[in-house]
């Protein structure tokens, strides 16, 4: 695992498109995996930058996301299909119909995970997949307790995710109880993990993730047992970090 600390969010965002820029120089079609919230958008905004600037290619790339609450249209300002339009994909050259959110509407939700694992599947898997962490130590929406092999499914949200996500919505009585996530099994199968993080709230749980051990109850430390996970800190939320990282 490497973790490697930045002065700040825009630091972060650069490093990361770093990451993903020299990755995708191996690999046509490229399939990357798409986080949402604030923690990602610094990234967001340096691929947009490379592609209209320095010509980084999109139209191969296919895009699947982690997750989506239940019971939101597409077209509401807080579901996450509306969130990657307007903060990446209308901006980018990518194909939208190559670019996968959970549908959260559908009637049968299982079927839903069952047909988003093989869509993964049918693509040959996610090169690179994108996360944000939780307060709780939540990836995607794994809550404390998920199982490490779990893979795509609805689940009901925590009152802390709730909390944090809150600020988001006019109220919190509107924030959704379900989502429907990616599994830790389903994230853990990605040929590479990069994790951002910023905020000194997130200060404790990144080091029981990164320097505790493996555990339910701490989603995100499942990402020890990754070949390849990178974690990209910004200062503040590193700051309880015991050992040397660069």
Sequence with gaps: ??????????????????????DMKYKTPYVLGLATGSTPIPLYQELIRRNQETGLDFSTTVSF??????????????????FMDQELFDHININKSATFVPDGLSENIEEV?????????????????????????HIGF????????????????????????????????????EAITMGIGTI???????????GSNKAETIAKSIEGPITATVPASSLQMHPDATWVVTDDAAVNLQLEWK
């Design 142 to 177: 794994n809550e404390p307790g998920s199982s490490l092999a779990s893979r795509t499914r609805k689940v009901r949200l925590t009152e802390n995710t709730i909390s944090d996500n809150s600020r988001f919505f006019e109220r919190k009585e509107d924030v959704p109880t």
């Design 188 to 198: 853990l199968d990605a040929r590479k993990i990069m994790l951002l993080a910023s």
């Design 65 to 82: 996301n982690l997750d989506e609450y239940v019971g939101l249209e597409a077209n509401h300002d807080q579901s996450y299909r509306y």
């Design 113 to 137: 995970g069952r047909n988003y694992e093989k869509a993964i599947y049918g693509v040959g898997g996610l090169d690179c997949q994108v996360l944000g962490i939780g307060t709780n130590g």
């Design 1 to 22: 695992m490497n973790v490697i600390i930045v002065s700040d969010k825009n630091h972060m965002g650069q490093v990361a498109a770093d990451l993903i820029e020299a």
